[in-house]
């Protein structure tokens, strides 16, 4: 519905590329389940790419994506692909932690959250 109120024609759209898409394409480096050159799912936002990881995380409930939501998946898979860490900050309850744990269980990576 969002994508035919924002007039989404071709795949090169922002409104399209900013949300997290999933392809089946070569590895450009090892992962934890391919060796580079072999074919795996590879989830993308925008320019930034990231191998998906095939870990079993469970059956448990998803977020309702909000635009906070995706502005934090877009900065996290970003810093992902850069071989960076993340660390949100902000007002307690506001969800950061949950949202980090749900885009690491849409890219199939555990998520271990230290609170210090």
Same mark, same amino acid.
């Not at 934890?32 to 990231?50: F, H, L, M, S, W």
């Not at 939501?69 to 309850?93: F, H, K, N, Q, V």
């Given at each position: 519905?969002?994508?035919? $109120?924002? $007039?989404?024609?071709?795949?090169? &759209?922002?409104?399209?590329?900013?949300?997290?898409? =999933? *392809?089946?394409?070569?590895?450009?480096k &090892?992962?934890? #389940?391919? $060796?580079?050159?072999? %074919?795996?799912?590879?989830?993308?936002?925008? +320019?930034?790419?990231? /191998?998906? @990881? *095939?870990? *079993? /995380?469970? +059956?448990?409930?998803?977020?309702?994506?909000?635009? /906070?939501?995706?502005?934090?998946?877009?900065?996290?898979?970003?810093?992902?692909?850069?071989? =960076?860490?993340? #660390? %949100?900050?902000? %007002?307690? @309850?506001?969800? $950061?932690?949950?949202?980090?744990? &749900? /885009?690491?269980? #849409?890219?199939?990576?555990?998520?271990?959250?230290? +609170?210090c």
């Amino acid at each position: 519905r969002t994508m035919v $109120k924002a $007039k989404v024609e071709t795949i090169g &759209d922002f409104e399209w590329i900013s949300q997290l898409r =999933y *392809y089946w394409q070569e590895a450009w480096k &090892d992962g934890q #389940a391919c $060796k580079e050159g072999e %074919p795996t799912a590879v989830a993308r936002i925008v +320019n930034a790419r990231c /191998l998906y @990881g *095939y870990e *079993y /995380l469970g +059956n448990s409930m998803r977020l309702v994506i909000t635009q /906070l939501t995706d502005r934090c998946y877009r900065t996290m898979i970003s810093a992902i692909d850069l071989l =960076y860490g993340g #660390a %949100p900050e902000g %007002p307690a @309850g506001t969800g $950061k932690t949950e949202t980090v744990k &749900d /885009l690491s269980k #849409a890219v199939a990576i555990q998520c271990v959250v230290f +609170n210090c």
